[in-house]
Every structure is written in C-alpha cells, then in structure tokens.
C-alpha cells in the first residue's frame, strides 16, 4: 500500500515540479545553440556535422577566448531530425536569447521561416531549406548560403551537359533520373525539374523513397533497370544515401553517371565496397585535414579531449568539414555583427546585420587558416545566398578527389523562378510583413 | 474524512444521476479549472505554455478520441495519425478556399472530414476484431500518410510539400501564424479542449457510451441483446476520428505553424496510444494523465540536468530518456495495470474512507 | 486508363522477362526477410500469447551486440573467423540473458493481465533497449561483418531470358539460412520434449501447469528462441545494408505478414512473408508508376487487409472461435 502511495507522491511532484528554464547567461557571453541529432534514423549524418560544428566553435574559445573577446556559450540540443522535437527545442533556446539558429532541418526550417522575424532570431539554413529564402527582400531573416538546391540541381545538369561534350543543347533527347528524399528537402527541385526537363529537352524519371523505407530501395533500383535512364542523380539525405549506393552497385549501374547533390559522405559510400569507385556528388569545400585551421581544432580540441567525435580519423572528412564551415560562417557572422554595430555582445538583431554583411574574402580566408577551403562568400541584404558555383567530387575508394572546377550553377533560369517562389510564398501567407529592417550600406 | 458525502442529499433524478454529484468533487473539477484558465497563463513562462501545455492539452484531445475507440469500444486503432492529419490538411483546403471565414470554424468542421475517412477506414471492423483490426487501421495509417505526400492538391501544390499557416484572427486577436502569442494560442486550445471533452463525457455517460460498452465486453452478447452492432462500431469511429481531426488541425495551426506529412507519422499513432494505455484504458482523465506523463516527462527528464548544473551531453540525456520512461512503461503498467485513472480512483477511494481503511 | 491498369503490366511482363524473374526474384527474398522477422513474433506469440513489439529492435540489438563484440575482439588484435564466430556465440548470450531478464522483471508480474497490457509492456521493453542500445553502442550507423561469417558476397548473374538476372550471393544465403531456420524449428516442435512442451502452454497455461510443465522456463526458452531468430534476421538485414536504429520500423511489415500466415504458425509465417513479399515487389514495380510510385509504404497492408476479410484468421492460423 505504501509504495503505491509512494508512486502517486512522485509522480504528483515531477509532474508539478517544473524546473525553471531561466537563462543561465553570464553577463558577456554569446549563446550560440546547436540543434543536433546524434539519435534517430539520421544520426550517421548528423553526428559528424555536430562534431564539426561543435568543435570549431569550442576552438574558438580555447585559442583565442572566444570572438572579439566574448566567450561564446556552446549547446547542443538534440531534435532527431524530428519537426516537433526541433520546435522544442527552438522554444526551450528562445529565453536564453542565441545569436542564431541552425536547424539542419528542413522540416524544422519550414515552420521557423515566420517565427524568426517576430522572435528576431536569424535563421542560418546553410545549402538546405527552403530555397526561395535566398531573396532578403521577402525574408529578411532567413539565410542560406552558400547555394540552394535549385543552383545545385542546375549545377549537376550543367557537369552532364560537359560530360556529354559542352553546352545545355547535349541534354536534350537524354534520359535522367532523379532519386529523392519524399519529404519537403528532396521535394524542393521538383518545379525546377519540371520546367527544365520542358524547356531543355530531357526527360526526367522520378524515384521517390519514403523515409520510412530508405534502407529498402531494390524496387526504386529495378525501375531504373527497366527505365535505363542515362544519369542519375540523387538527393538523400541520412541512410538513404548509403543503400542507394550499394543498391546502385548491386544493379549495375555505371557508378561514373551517378551524381548527388552535396550531402553524402566518406561513410555513405565506403560500406558499398570497391564497385561504389566513381560515384560523384557536389562540394563547395575541401576534405582532409591539410588546413591551419583544421590542424588548430585537432590541437586545441580534439587532442585535448573537449570533442565528442567517436574516431579521430573522421575529422577532415566530407561532413566533419561540412560542420567546420557552418560554424565559419556563425563566426565570421558574429565578428561582421561586432563590427558593423561595433557591440561586442552581440544580439540576434545584431547578427542578422552581421549575416547580411558577410564577406568571406581570400585574405580573410588565409587569415583564418583555410586557405583555399572554399571560395569566397559575398552576401547582401537582398542576396541571402550567393547561388556559389560548386565542383564535383569522385569517389576512388578512399576518398573523395575533386575532379572538376568550380561549375556555376544556370541562374538565367533559377533566380527568375525563386523571385517568383518567394513572391506566391508571401502571397499565400498574406498578409506578409513588408521588410522594415535597413539595409546597411555595403 | 475530507472526501465524506453525508449531508449530501439529492432531490431531483437529474441531480442524482449528474457526472459529479459529490460535491467535493465539483470543487476539484473548479479548482483544477482556475488552474488552467488563470493560473498558469499568468505564472507560466512562454515556453511552459508553448512547449508544455498547448501539446498536452492537443494530444490530450487525440487521446480521448483513441480512448474513445480502443477504450469504450475496444477497437484497437493504429490509424490515429492518420485522421488526425486528414483534419490537419482538411482544415487548410477549407481555410484557403474559404478565407473570410474564422479559422476556429474550419478547425471544428475539419472533424467531419475526418469522421468520414474513418467511418471509410472503420468499415472492415465488422468483420475482423483485435489486433488484426490494428492491421487494418496501420493500413489507414499508411495510406493516408501517402496521399499526403502524393496528392499534390491537398497542399495547394506547394514545392516544398509542406503546408505554411498563415496569420489567422479571432475577435481581431492574432491565434495562428507568427503574431500569436502562446497565452492567447493556449487560451483557444484550452477552450476547444473543454468544450470537447465535455461532449464526450456526456456521450460516454449517456446511452451510447454504454452501447459502446456493451460492444467492448463482449459483442456476441450485444447483438443478441438488441444492438446493432454495424452502427455502433461505424459511430465510435466516426466520434472517435472527429476528436482525432480536431486535434491534428489544431496541432498544425495552433502548435507547429507548418506541417509535413511526416508530422503524422506512425510514431505518433504509436505515442497517442501509449497514452491510452498507460492513462487508463475507459477513462477521459485518464487520457489527460496518459498525455501528461508520456509529453510532459520527457521534458522534465531532458530540463533536468541543465538545472540540477549536471554536465551531460545532448544526446546522452535523449538516450537516458528513453530508457527512463520505457521503464517508467513498465513499472506503471506492473504497478497497475489499467493505468494511472485506476491509480486515481483508488486513490478518491482511500480519500472517501480516511482514516479508516476500508 | 483501363488498358494501363489491366493490360500494361502484362505487356511489360512478357517484353521484359528478364526483369519479371528479377522482380520476382526479389520479392522471394525480401518476402523471406520479412518471414525471419514474422517467426519472431510467432514463437512468442504460440508460446505466452503476447505480441511482442520488441522484435524490431530485439533485430537491432542483437546485430550492434554482434558487431559491438567483434569490433572488441579486434581492437584487443583478435580478429578473423575465429573472433566472429566467438562474437556470435556471446552475443547469443546476451540474448539469453535479455530473455531471463525480460521474463523475471515483465512477465512474470504481468501474468493473467489482458493482451493489450502486455502489448504494451513489450513498448516498454522497446524503448528500454533502444535507449540502452544507443547509449553502449552510438547512434551511427556500422557494417555488419558478413566477410567474417563466411556470408558470402558478390553476385550471380545468369543470363537467361534475354536479358540478365543478377541474383545477390547473400540474398541466396539468407534464403538458405532461413530455410534451414524454419525445418529446424518444425523439427524442434514436433521431435523434441521441449518443443511438445512448448506447443502444450501455447494451446492452455492451466492444463499445462497442471501437467508439471514450467511456464517460466518455457518462456526463457521461447524468448531465447525468438532472440536468435532477431540475431539471424539482424545479420541478414544487416549485411544488405547497415545496422543502425532506422531498421527497427522494418519489423512493422512483419505484421501484414502474420496476419497473412496467421499469428500461431510457423509455415503461416514463411508463406505469408512470400506472398507479402512477392505480391509487394510486383505491386510497386509494374503498378506503381500509374499512381506516382511509392505504394510500397501501403501497398502491404492493403494486401493483407483484402485478405482479412474473406479469412479473418489468416491462412494458417487457428480457427477463432467465440464463446458467449
């Protein structure tokens, strides 16, 4: 009898006891939240992109005591790539007052594209979201360079177009199919490859895989037996990634007419074997740990025990160093932020200026240790992109090569559609605030 | 001795047969009411009303719609999802076809969509009972979760899939889209919230609560008794998938802001019957206790380090919450098996004959 | 419209038969996967009558424990055939002692609650591992070390039909194993003591306490059972593609599945897992285009929701009598 009463005593209190969750700041800190997932069905995706991100930033502090002098206060708040989780956790971070979000996400991404002018907390969505929110005119507040996927796609049909001799005219009469997350990331090109596939003269064959049964792609994988499409490419994300490439290796395909967009890595690939050599995706970064920069978080982090990453090799691979230039461009946000409004803390106003002024130099890229990382990035108060040109990498069985130059993406035909996206996005969702935030002279 | 009811007499058949017809018990019932209408909007913080309550109160509602199938009916459901986002996506058709009309109104007419697509869904239950009727519900769950993603015309063609909530208005008060604030969010689902389970007291308390009941005991003895059972089972899930609707419109408008058909996903059919279970299976408070222990727990699990100053990693706290409240499942249910209601009413039952013990 | 659904597909049956014996081929062995996982669920379900839902990440677990142990193994330099094989050993340890745990701390204060409770229960169990799981082994995704088993890899390819049919060597070996699995088992059930004894707590508890059977011991043994038919069905799985925590929701086609075999027999289970399998490949292949591809996600429910309602029992499943 007693324990019973014992239960319900405890279970009264914890459901009655809730812990405030006041802001635990002190007086000069900058909070910078991570939203990470090293659970769940993407958690081989997401554990070295937060490794990465995690442990430059923790660099940051250990070298030189921050930005500008300001500590930054890391934390790392687990969504599982799970929307209502990624909500939770946005609410949960909004009283302590970050600088920015970065939701690696698109799911999460879609419902904060509101909340983030209202709340006024920039949202980083770094080369995923929703690709119209390049223009800053319609959405001061949400940025995601260095290129959406609508430059990427073109990107990828402008290394076909070369490989088939140069210039758009050899994709016509060509079979090319596109296989996809079926969520709102791998459902973003679809307008883009529909108006295309019309105007360019291919034909394009849909392959959807439902995130339910990504590891089970062999009837995708037959159709494109049946279909014999002369390319293929693949926007995956997660497990996706890996059993497309083994089941691609398992049906014969030509691994060398196989390109994905920029997300898988080093791992993705490696559990398909040697049949998996040639398989190409889109980078706008170098692998490898050959940086001044990369060497300075092996020494001041993960030597001395402060990262979490479960193997030392992994880092200065693809998704590590992915990381790495998310939290660049937090960084160099926050110094631009400090600079224009000459504030050392920071706010989340702040470094929305900070995010529409950025400009990534060379010789700032030197000054930072990446010295030919990754090219220079430019954004404006309209361009909250920069549609960067990105090269194609090859895999040769232990490592990604780049083997192409930087191949610009077709923005004759992607801008005038995303000018049109964001215009039907505001319409829809009308009546849509016009942009009151200035535009800083730059 | 607190809980005693001498004194208390009745003098009408109608006072007599009431819900609460102790008086203690009405001015629990305020108590708990002045809690939720005053109290906790003026002390709670943003995010204990945006984070904590509004999906309690939500998922509370779902709750009460599965408990009304699996609970009332025994019909084992897996499909709850499922109708839940056939109210969310019906709500948005008619909220953009139909703008000038007050959102709340597409909200509460969503539920007949969903009514519908259930009572579609619920037709084989004639036929096949327990856990194969689960099989047939999963393929609901599934189905529609696809013609979500593939029937383009469900989210107006949007490219990215996924449905956006515009900025919505009751009485000139912002309740949807980014300009409302979480008190005046939590005020609407609170009063929706009410409103309904109010109805589905007095459904479940009435005639057809009991022939549900009656079904749930044992259906051979039901039919012979008189009821039809077509009809019956056809009306638990048209009432049971209308409180599903309700709820999944007022999670995509008034919690999420936007939703992706994965937002409806087996996970939370999965979840909303853990509630029911663990809440007590034929119990309205025991679907608000089920959503309160399975939505709210983790939280405080996941709040718990940062403010006890213990340094554990992110991802840690994720693991340890499952396994804490995966064996917080068990414990409850060897502890009582018919779930925390029964806990409760135990409990006023100990209270009515305190100090003595029986 | 009509001539796309009823005559198309058999037009590209007969143009392609190359790629209808591949489909077909594939059904075969996704249908005897989803069989490995199915007979899970019915040895327990035969035995104690509870639906366990933690047959999916039972899979999960018992595949990181293998890797887990051997990825030991090498780091302390031992590794090779010898070291895998000492890995599946102890990892069908761990199994054993899950099932003695699981039937000591949930069972056996549970006996004699309703089905649903136990349902239930079995939640619990899930979460429990999958947090323990993520905790000792990580959330990433590893390989499974089928070189080390001796699991074949590679392809066959026989030419045949005009054009090529590519059968894996690891699909043919989990068509073997599985097939070698469900004899074993038959044989179990119906030569051995304990599998009789088994077979008798499946049809009454009382009359089988009453005999002197034990049923604690009976479902150590039954959830053992069941724990190394997850192991088999995790090195399987896991060698086609990765061991990670997104193959749990797998386990969730295992029930159209059962409910095809019905819950109770072993046979049931295989050829339901077949015509589910078979019936789901075809279905997504030649019918799926017309509706925007992707039915795979229902296509198996359906199938099996059809077939409800003519067999409310499954095919080979036990008569469901009711009593007033």
Redesign the interface.
């Known amino acids: 009898m007693s324990l019973k009463k014992m239960i319900l005593a405890l279970s009264a209190a914890s459901m009655l006891a809730m812990p405030a969750i006041e802001a635990a700041n002190a007086e000069d800190s900058i909070y910078v939240p991570l939203f990470t997932y090293r659970t769940g069905a993407f958690a081989g995706s997401g554990a070295p992109i937060a490794d990465g991100m995690h442990d430059y930033l923790t660099m940051l502090n250990e070298r030189d005591g921050g930005i500008g002098g300001v500590k930054l206060v890391i934390e790392e708040c687990e969504t599982g790539y799970d929307t209502k989780k990624g909500l939770e956790c946005y609410e949960a971070v909004k009283p302590k007052k970050p600088v920015m979000v970065n939701p690696w996400s698109t799911g999460i991404t879609l419902p904060l594209i509101q909340k983030a002018g209202v709340d006024k907390i920039p949202v980083l969505s770094m080369a995923y979201g929703l690709s119209a929110s390049a223009k800053g005119d319609v959405f001061p507040w949400i940025f995601n360079p260095p290129a959406t996927y609508w430059d990427g796609f073109t990107q990828i049909l402008n290394y076909i177009a070369d490989q088939e001799g140069g210039g758009v005219d050899k994709l016509k009469g060509k079979k090319i199919g596109y296989i996809y997350l079926d969520a709102s990331f791998g459902r973003e090109p679809l307008p883009l490859i529909e108006q295309l596939s019309k105007e360019l003269g291919f034909e394009a064959k849909l392959y959807p895989v439902a995130a339910a049964d990504m590891q089970n792609q062999s009837s995708q994988w037959l159709s494109v037996r049946r279909d014999r499409p002369d390319y293929m490419i693949l926007f995956g994300w997660g497990a996706l990634n890996s059993t497309a490439v083994k089941e691609a290796v398992k049906t014969n395909f030509p691994m060398e007419k196989f390109i994905s967009v920029w997300w898988p890595g080093e791992d993705d690939v490696r559990g398909a074997g040697d049949g998996a050599k040639g398989f190409k995706t889109l980078n706008w970064h170098a692998a490898g740990t050959d940086f001044p920069l990369i060497q300075d978080i092996q020494k001041y982090v993960v030597d001395a025990g402060k990262s979490q990453v479960s193997d030392k090799a992994k880092v200065g691979q693809v998704l590590y160093n992915r990381g790495v230039y998310n939290s660049m461009l937090i960084a160099e946000a926050i110094r631009t932020a400090q600079e224009v409004t000459g504030n050392k803390v920071v706010t989340g106003e702040d470094v929305r200026r900070g995010l529409e002024n950025l400009n990534i130099d060379e010789a700032r890229l030197k000054e930072i240790g990446l010295e030919g990382f990754t090219q220079p990035l430019k954004l404006s108060c309209n361009d909250h992109n920069g549609h960067q040109s990105n090269f194609v990498q090859s895999w040769n069985g232990t490592a990604f090569e780049k083997v192409t130059d930087y191949i610009a993406p077709m923005s004759d035909k992607v801008i005038p559609l995303l000018d049109e996206d964001a215009k039907s996005y505001a319409e829809k969702n009308a009546p849509w605030p016009e942009r009151t935030e200035a535009c800083d002279a730059s | 001795m607190f809980y005693r009811e001498t004194g208390q007499f009745k003098q009408s058949y109608a006072a007599d047969s009431a819900v609460f017809p102790i008086l203690q018990d009405r001015y629990g019932l305020a108590i708990v009411m002045a809690i939720a209408f005053v109290l906790i909007p003026m002390f709670g913080?943003?995010?204990?009303l945006?984070?904590?309550m509004i999906?309690f109160l939500i998922l509370s509602l779902g709750a009460i719609g599965l408990n009304i199938l699996v609970g009332y009916t025994g019909l084992?459901s897996l499909g709850t999802a499922g109708f839940m986002g056939v109210g969310a996506y019906a709500t948005y058709k008619l909220s953009?076809l139909f703008p000038q009309v007050n959102i709340l109104v597409w909200i509460l007419c969503s539920g007949f969509f969903s009514a519908g697509i259930g009572v579609l869904f619920g037709l084989?239950s004639l036929?096949?009972?327990?856990?194969?009727l689960?099989?047939?519900t999963?393929?609901a769950q599934?189905?529609l979760?696809?013609c979500f993603?593939?029937v383009a015309w469900l989210y107006?063609y949007?490219?990215?899939?996924?449905i956006?909530?515009?900025?919505r208005t009751l009485f000139g008060i912002a309740i949807t889209?980014?300009?409302a604030t979480p008190v005046n969010r939590y005020y609407v689902v609170l009063g929706v919230v009410v409103v309904m389970t109010l109805i589905a007291s007095n459904i479940v308390h009435g005639r057809i609560g009991r022939t549900w009941m009656a079904v749930r005991d044992?259906d051979?003895?039901a039919q012979?008794m008189g009821i039809r059972l077509l009809p019956a089972k056809l009306l638990a899930f048209a009432v049971s998938s209308f409180y599903c609707g309700v709820a999944g419109a007022l999670m995509v408008f008034l919690?999420?802001?936007?939703?992706?058909?994965?937002?409806f996903?087996?996970k939370l059919s999965?979840l909303l019957l853990?509630m029911v279970?663990?809440g007590g299976?034929g119990s309205l408070i025991g679907s608000f206790m089920g959503a309160?222990?399975i939505h709210?727990?983790p939280?405080?699990i996941r709040?718990?380090p940062?403010?006890l100053g213990l340094p554990v990693?992110?991802?840690?706290?994720?693991?340890?919450?499952?396994?804490?409240?995966?064996?917080?499942?068990?414990f409850f249910?060897?502890?009582?098996?018919h779930g925390?209601a029964r806990?409760w009413q135990?409990?006023k039952q100990k209270l009515r004959v305190w100090p003595f013990p029986y | 419209m009509l001539y796309n659904i009823f005559i198309d597909p058999f037009v590209q049956m007969v143009q392609m038969p190359d790629l209808l014996v591949q489909t077909l081929w594939e059904g075969l062995v996704s249908g005897v996967l989803y069989a490995l996982i199915a007979l899970g669920f019915v040895l327990i379900f035969k035995a104690s009558g509870v639906f366990n839902f933690a047959q999916g990440i039972m899979v999960v677990f018992s595949a990181l424990t293998l890797v887990g142990f051997y990825a030991k193994f090498s780091s302390w330099g031992f590794s090779g055939h010898a070291a895998a094989f000492l890995a599946l050993l102890l990892a069908a340890g761990v199994m054993l002692v899950l099932a003695m745990l699981v039937e000591r701390v949930v069972l056996r204060p549970l006996v004699n609650q309703p089905d649903i409770i136990l349902f239930m229960a079995t939640f619990g169990i899930t979460y429990v591992l999958i947090g323990f799981g993520e905790i000792v082994f990580g959330g990433d995704p590893k390989q499974m070390i089928a070189n080390e088993l001796f699991l074949p890899s590679g392809s066959v390819d026989i030419e045949m039909l005009g054009g090529l049919v590519s059968l894996q060597k690891i699909d043919i070996a989990a068509a073997v194993i599985a097939s070698l699995m469900i004899v074993g088992l038959a044989l179990f059930f119906q030569k051995t003591r304990i599998g009789r004894a088994l077979r008798a707590v499946a049809d009454s508890h009382k009359a089988a306490l009453s005999v002197g059977i034990s049923l604690n011991q009976i479902w150590v043994i039954v959830w053992f059972a069941a724990g190394l038919v997850a192991l088999v069905t995790g090195i399987m799985w896991g060698a086609r593609s990765d061991v990670s925590f997104a193959l749990e929701i797998v386990a969730l086609k295992a029930l159209p599945v059962l409910v095809l075999g019905g819950f109770t027999s072993v046979p049931g289970a295989i050829v339901g897992g077949l015509i589910i399998g078979i019936g789901e490949k075809l279905g997504e292949f030649y019918w799926g285009p017309l509706l925007g591809g992707g039915i795979e996600s229902w296509l198996a429910y359906v199938i099996a929701l059809v077939f409800l309602l003519y067999r409310p029992q499954g095919l080979f499943g036990d008569k469901i009598i009711e009593r007033i």
């Open positions: 913080s943003e995010f204990l945006a984070s904590v999906p084992l953009t084989p036929r096949i009972k327990g856990f194969y689960a099989v047939a999963l393929a599934f189905f979760q696809w993603v593939r107006n949007n490219p990215s899939g996924a956006e909530v515009s900025g889209g980014p300009m044992m051979i003895a012979l919690w999420l802001s936007a939703a992706e058909p994965s937002a996903d087996i999965f853990f279970i663990i299976l309160a222990l709210i727990l939280i405080v709040a718990l940062e403010s990693a992110a991802a840690t706290v994720e693991h340890l919450t499952y396994l804490i409240v995966g064996g917080l499942i068990i249910l060897i502890v009582e098996p925390l806990l135990i409990t």
